[in-house]
């Protein structure tokens, strides 16, 4: 099985998106390693820093300027309605997360959780843009998998047994689609891999 990463570039624009898709169907199976789109990750972390410093209403403006551009998004890539109320609902679950954060005193677990999000949002879209087009996927949460130990190194014991039993137990699928960067730390808290952890996430799968 083929491991493909896509960074947020690829994924930044209808036109990528849909390139992206090309490349892919190629009939071979993959799974295919997606970052957040093109400038999602620094409004994350402008908002962020915006809560680190008590600009509260700074940060749900930059929120809800973010939630519009998605909206954009979802409205041009899905053609029927079915598929812009899913993909919309959970959208729109996203950001009333990240609003409802807002109000939390800042802290390095709140930095994570907020910057997870784009990965989040990113694959949940194309996944479901590919089964608009009859492709089957299905998506692999990163957050089952992959997780780092108490060297903030990769747990590849834990790595490589979720992987296969989550793969094992989803239905049979051509392309899976699963998010780079993001992981849980070994309390089980969400973490990340740093920036550009994306090809990081793709190189332990591979491995």
Same mark, same amino acid.
């Given at each position: 099985m083929k491991?493909?990463k896509?960074?947020?570039?690829?994924?930044?624009?209808?036109?990528?998106i849909?390139?992206?898709?090309?490349?892919?169907?190629?009939?071979?199976?993959?799974?295919?390693v997606?970052?957040?789109m093109?400038g999602?990750?620094?409004v994350?972390?402008?908002?962020?820093?915006?809560?680190?410093?008590?600009?509260?209403?700074?940060a #749900?403006?930059?929120?809800e300027?973010?939630?519009?551009?998605?909206?954009v998004?979802?409205?041009?890539l899905?053609?029927?309605?079915?598929l812009k109320?899913?993909?919309?609902n959970?959208?729109?679950g996203?950001?009333?997360?990240l609003?409802?954060l807002?109000s939390e005193?800042h802290s390095?677990?709140l930095?994570?959780?907020i910057v997870?999000q784009?990965?989040?949002?990113?694959?949940?879209?194309?996944?479901?843009?590919?089964?608009?087009?009859?492709?089957?996927a299905?998506?692999?949460?990163?957050?089952?998998f992959m997780r780092?130990?108490?060297s903030?190194?990769?747990?590849?014991f834990? +790595?490589?047994?979720?992987?296969q039993?989550?793969i094992d137990?989803?239905?049979?699928?051509d #392309?899976?689609?699963?998010?780079?960067? +993001?992981?849980?730390?070994?309390?089980?808290n969400?973490?990340n891999?740093?920036?550009?952890?994306?090809d990081?996430t793709a190189? +332990?799968i591979g491995?």
């Amino acid at each position: 099985m083929k491991v493909l990463k896509f960074g947020g570039t690829s994924v930044g624009s209808i036109e990528n998106i849909r390139r992206v898709k090309e490349i892919i169907t190629d009939g071979d199976k993959k799974i295919v390693v997606l970052s957040a789109m093109s400038g999602t990750t620094n409004v994350l972390v402008e908002i962020s820093e915006a809560i680190r410093v008590g600009e509260v209403q700074k940060a #749900i403006q930059t929120i809800e300027n973010l939630y519009t551009k998605y909206n954009v998004v979802i409205d041009d890539l899905f053609e029927s309605s079915e598929l812009k109320q899913t993909v919309g609902n959970y959208i729109d679950g996203i950001f009333d997360y990240l609003r409802s954060l807002t109000s939390e005193s800042h802290s390095e677990l709140l930095y994570n959780k907020i910057v997870s999000q784009g990965e989040l949002m990113s694959t949940y879209m194309f996944t479901h843009y590919l089964i608009q087009d009859g492709i089957n996927a299905r998506l692999l949460p990163a957050l089952d998998f992959m997780r780092i130990d108490k060297s903030f190194e990769p747990d590849e014991f834990y +790595i490589k047994q979720n992987l296969q039993r989550i793969i094992d137990e989803a239905l049979p699928a051509d #392309i899976y689609i699963t998010q780079g960067f +993001i992981c849980l730390d070994s309390y089980g808290n969400v973490a990340n891999l740093q920036r550009g952890g994306s090809d990081y996430t793709a190189t +332990i799968i591979g491995a």
